[in-house]
């Protein structure tokens, strides 16, 4: 069993697709063990995108990030993190697949709805940041 940070991005929420997020993941058989509504601040946001600090799209990605609400969950499933990421379609537009999350919603690369953690390492470290043990339930 893994678990693995799953985030619908402002755009999602700001779209009302946060019920066709949560139910591509029930359905694929995933299980839900922990969801809140909150919008990030920036320390937070730098936090979650730290490795991308040095990139030229960072001081955009974390006003994005912080400009509305997110959903933040914790999925748990036999390799859920690979699940989840295959779910979400690729970051390029262009190779983000039809069926995937990305690929039937939006042809944008930063406005692209949802993020799930990339490695069992950053799964930790993630829902470490994003949640107190006692709200996994
Ligand atoms: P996420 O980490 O959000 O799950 P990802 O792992 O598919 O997405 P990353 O390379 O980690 O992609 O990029 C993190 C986020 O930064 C992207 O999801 C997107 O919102 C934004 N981003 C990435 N590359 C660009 C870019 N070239 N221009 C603008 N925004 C970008
Ligand atoms: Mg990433």
Same mark, same amino acid.
Do not use: C
């Given at each position: 069993?893994?678990?693995?940070?799953?985030?619908?991005?402002?755009?999602?929420?700001?779209?009302?697709?946060?019920?066709?997020?949560?139910?591509?993941?029930?359905?694929?058989?995933?299980?839900?063990?922990?969801?809140?509504?909150?919008? &990030?601040?920036?320390?937070?946001?730098?936090?979650?995108?730290?490795?991308?600090?040095?990139?030229?799209?960072?001081?955009?990605?974390? !006003?994005?990030?912080?400009?509305?609400?997110?959903?933040?969950?914790?999925?748990?499933? *036999?390799? $859920?993190? #690979?699940?989840?990421? *295959?779910?979400?379609?690729?970051?390029? &537009?262009?190779?983000?697949?039809?069926?995937?999350?990305?690929?039937?919603?939006?042809? !944008?690369?930063?406005? *692209?709805?949802?993020?799930?953690? !990339?490695?069992?390492?950053? $799964?930790?470290?993630?829902?470490? #940041?994003?949640?107190? &043990?006692?709200?996994?339930?």
């Amino acid at each position: 069993m893994e678990r693995t940070f799953v985030m619908v991005k402002p755009d999602g929420v700001e779209r009302r697709l946060v019920g066709e997020i949560i139910r591509r993941f029930e359905n694929r058989g995933l299980r839900l063990v922990g969801l809140k509504l909150l919008q &990030p601040g920036r320390a937070l946001a730098e936090k979650h995108y730290a490795v991308h600090r040095e990139k030229p799209f960072f001081q955009e990605l974390v !006003d994005f990030i912080t400009g509305g609400p997110v959903v933040a969950m914790v999925w748990e499933g *036999n390799q $859920a993190i #690979l699940l989840v990421r *295959n779910m979400m379609g690729a970051l390029k &537009p262009e190779n983000a697949q039809p069926g995937t999350i990305r690929g039937d919603y939006t042809t !944008d690369i930063q406005t *692209n709805l949802v993020h799930g953690s !990339d490695a069992p390492e950053t $799964a930790q470290s993630e829902i470490a #940041l994003w949640f107190k &043990p006692e709200e996994l339930l």
